[in-house]
């Protein structure tokens, strides 16, 4: 199966956040984004879906599917801060329905600097960045 670079939906952010250049815009579209993402419900909020080194609270479920040999794997993921939840979708988008090989090859924080993300960003925001494309791209390499 030929492995894509990228999401078609990691694409459409890319443009959108290239298409606005003002950086109170492209907040509230991170918000939006945030705000589309499915649920987490209460009983996965635990411990061992807890993302550790974000200073909010971020939750990612990992949900395997495929063959053992190549599994796919599918994200969920919430946050209590907005900007944060718009985050955990970009990396949904960028990561989820892909390929374990293709997650643990991709890194998530090149691409997001190709769009200038991280500049504008807190450097506890940046760091627990890096921590959930660090849980994500772990979840692929312990499925390897």
């Known amino acids: 199966m030929a492995h894509m ?15 606005l250049d003002d950086w109170e815009d492209r ?3 991170i918000i939006e984004l945030g705000q589309s993402l499915g649920p987490v419900s209460d009983d996965e909020r635990t411990a061992a ?5 974000c200073v909010s609270q971020v939750w990612l479920v990992t949900e395997p599917s495929g063959s053992d040999a190549d599994p796919v794997l599918n994200f969920r993921g919430d946050s ?10 970009i990396l949904i988008a960028l990561y989820s329905g892909q390929p374990a090989r293709f997650i643990a090859d991709t ?7 190709e769009l200038g993300l991280r500049e504008h ?3 506890q925001r940046s760091n627990g960045l890096v921590a959930m494309v ?11």
């Open 5 to 19: 670079t990228s999401s078609p939906a990691f694409a459409d952010i890319a443009g959108n956040l290239a298409f």
């Open 27 to 29: 907040y509230r579209y």
């Open 49 to 53: 879906n807890k993302v550790n080194g």
């Open 80 to 89: 209590d801060a907005m900007i944060v939840k718009g985050l955990v979708a």
């Open 107 to 113: 890194d998530a924080i090149a691409r997001l600097d």
């Open 121 to 123: 960003l807190s450097s």
């Open 134 to 144: 660090n849980r994500m791209r772990d979840e692929a390499k312990t499925r390897l």
